[in-house]
């Protein structure tokens, strides 16, 4: 019986052993576990820092850089404005420059074209003036070969006289002078024949006379300038002045409204 008893005493402080043993092995784990934890945790915890660190370094670099680059972008902005108006002001400048020398050249192309009209008009006014020369000794030769002409003609039919009726051979005379009207300047009958006595100042006698002279319409006689009147007056061997003091070419004038 005291064996028994000694015996399951013995292997009850065993299992106690063995129990206390297993507990303190189990709390061992426990605290290790624990401490395994604190220190997962701390080393998580310090991670979490350094990773923020880390974030914060990184921030404040990547802010560093954007500032650095916007300074950067700023001064570029800086120097392409300074470059542009650089450039602009060459170029305004330049363009002055060009500004005034194609103003220089408008004014010299204008005083040639200036000197170009002004040649031309007085080489017109030259040739004119040659022209006119040259025009009025034509007529002057012309007209001394007309009065040259009517003379000699003249004293040709003044050897008929005698054989002649007066009015035919005033008639006569009147038809040889007829080439010292300028019929360029009055124009031509053509067959046409006014009632010329319509002017005052003109009787039968005085139209029969135009006629012969070959004026026979209104539109003649209105075209008469002083000169052409005097001609016209000579011709038909009529007072002197007389055609001008009448004013048949204002007559005709007003007949033909």
């Known amino acids: 019986m005291l064996g028994k008893t000694t015996s399951e005493r013995k292997k009850a402080q065993a299992e106690s052993k063995k129990a206390k043993e297993a507990k303190e092995a189990t709390h061992k784990e426990f605290l290790d576990a624990k401490q395994n934890r604190i220190e997962a945790e701390n080393a998580a915890k310090q991670e979490e820092r350094d990773l923020k660190d880390a974030q914060r370094r990184a921030e404040a670099e990547a802010k560093a850089r954007k500032d650095l680059e916007e300074e950067i972008e700023e001064e570029e902005k800086r120097r392409k404005i300074a470059k542009a108006k650089k450039k602009a002001l060459e170029k305004k400048k330049l363009t002055a420059e060009e500004l005034a020398m194609e103003e220089a050249r408008k004014r010299q192309e204008a005083k040639d074209r200036v000197k170009r009209k002004a ?139």
Request: glycine share 6%; no cysteine; aromatic share 2%.
């Open 119 to 257: 040649d031309k008009r007085r080489k017109r006014a030259e040739e004119e003036r040659q022209r006119k020369m040259l025009a009025a000794s034509e007529a002057e030769q012309l007209a001394e070969v007309n009065r040259l002409e009517v003379e000699m003609r003249l004293n040709d039919l003044k050897t008929q006289e005698g054989t002649m009726a007066k009015e035919d051979y005033i008639l006569a005379r009147i038809n040889i002078k007829a080439i010292t009207i300028d019929f360029d300047v009055i124009g031509q009958a053509n067959g046409h024949t006014d009632d010329l006595q319509q002017i005052d100042g003109i009787d039968e006698g005085l139209e029969r006379r135009l006629n012969t002279l070959g004026i026979s319409t209104l539109s003649q006689i209105s075209k008469m300038d002083d000169d052409m009147s005097d001609t016209v007056n000579d011709a038909i061997e009529y007072m002197p002045g007389r055609i001008r003091r009448q004013l048949w070419a204002e007559q005709a004038q007003i007949l033909l409204e």
